[in-house]
């Protein structure tokens, strides 16, 4: 007797701003990783911004449209992903709050949130990937960012797959969970206290005497990134996506 094909379950991907206009083999590093986990990956082309520096700026009237075109755009995947635990964070926690109260989108708000994952958190805790087929020569470094962290509970998972990549040595920098003074529109009104978050941060890079900078977040990376190029910094830059999708040959954040 032949036995059913097993539906493969259907991802969309939310791309992020910064990954569309700044590093979009992060992109296709995330849907790599996806298929790798037995899934089908689509990406809504009516997706725009999650809608956070609006929501950061309360700005709420337009939050909230973003927020509408975002659950339409996605409702009829079984899950939707984004390779940034920023982002991951305004989807998931915030926008049922947004939609309080109001019976034509509460429901449907709190539906879409349920299902939305964090790149590599969606691969270790939902789809139980244990390991990939990667390989990186080098001492590497990872910082976790704030929204990750604190929202979504992310900080093993990336370890975890860094763990099972050929040739990499994991070494951890100081305080790799205290923020580096990027925080979206915070480093534009205060960049003095931003600038001297990200300073503290790069020594610790320095100290852990890591090659490789490596984050889930693309706004905490180039900030990162920045200030150790000014710094004249030799440390390479990457989202980990593309380490553990083994998509390392396009130059680093910053680099040529």
């Not at 539906?7 to 990783?33: E, H, M, S």
């Not at 337009?62 to 409702?75: K, L, Q, V």
């Not at 992903?81 to 982002?87: D, E, L, M, N, Q």
């Amino acid at each position: 007797m032949t036995q059913p094909i097993e539906k493969k379950p259907r991802v969309g991907l939310f791309v992020t701003c910064l990954v569309d206009l700044f590093r979009p083999t992060v992109g296709f590093a995330a849907i790599k990783l996806i298929e790798d986990a037995g899934c089908t990956v689509d990406v809504p082309r009516a997706q725009t911004c999650c809608g956070q520096p609006a929501y950061n700026s309360g700005d709420r009237a337009d939050t909230r449209a973003i927020a509408e075109n975002t659950i339409e755009a996605f409702e009829d995947f079984d899950y939707v992903v984004a390779p940034s635990g920023s982002c991951a964070g305004m989807l998931k926690k915030h926008y049922p709050g947004l939609f309080k109260g109001d019976a034509k989108w509460e429901a449907r708000a709190q539906a879409f949130s349920a299902k939305v994952h964090e790149l590599v958190s969606f691969l270790v805790d939902v789809r139980g990937m244990r390991g990939v087929d990667a390989r990186l020569e080098a001492a590497v470094t990872y910082h976790d960012s704030c929204s990750g962290l604190r929202e979504l509970d992310i900080k093993q998972q990336p370890r975890a797959l860094l763990a099972s990549v050929a040739g990499v040595k994991l070494v951890e920098m100081q305080d790799p969970d205290v923020c580096c003074g990027f925080g979206g529109t915070f480093c534009v009104k205060y960049p003095d206290i931003s600038n001297s978050i990200v300073e503290t941060k790069t020594k610790s890079i320095a100290a852990s005497g890591a090659s490789t900078l490596l984050a889930g977040d693309l706004g905490c990376l180039m900030n990162m990134a920045g200030k150790l190029k000014r710094e004249g910094s030799k440390v390479e830059v990457r989202h980990v996506a593309e380490v553990l999708a083994g998509m390392t040959q396009t130059p680093p954040i910053g680099g040529r």
